[in-house]
């Protein structure tokens, strides 16, 4: 599978920003989607996944009720709808596909190029 990110960019802090991942190169829907994130001068850390129906999604607590994860299994894409940024959310941000629920980045299988997001105070 490859997966590329886009989307990113400077926001305000309270400002929204959407993530879109593309992937090809087999069966979307058979993947358990996610995004991680990381920041300078830290791990990657997990934000969202969603199944492969889209049917069960799960959320950092840092996120829960801001960021919402999504997918369109016709158009191959995933999507991060970002809202009320804080400053604290500027990362470069990943989009990964796998099998599991896991939120241990060492776990996923494929993963995309990042995407830069500044949230400025």
């Known amino acids: 599978v490859q997966l590329q990110a886009s989307g990113g960019g400077l926001v305000q802090a309270g400002g929204s920003l959407r993530l879109s991942c593309a992937a090809s190169g087999r069966t979307f829907s058979n993947y358990v989607m996610g995004w991680f994130r990381q920041a300078p001068g830290k791990e990657r850390e997990f934000v969202a996944l969603i199944s492969g129906s889209g049917g069960i999604t799960y959320y950092a607590d840092s996120v829960k009720g801001r960021f919402t994860i999504s997918r369109d299994n016709a158009k191959g894409t995933v999507y991060l709808q970002m809202n009320s940024l804080k400053p604290e959310d500027t990362a470069v941000y990943y989009c990964?596909?796998?099998?599991?629920?896991?939120?241990?980045?060492?776990?996923?299988?494929?993963w995309g190029e990042g995407t830069l997001v500044t949230v400025s105070s």
């Open positions: 990964a596909a796998g099998s599991g629920y896991t939120y241990s980045s060492q776990t996923w299988d494929y």
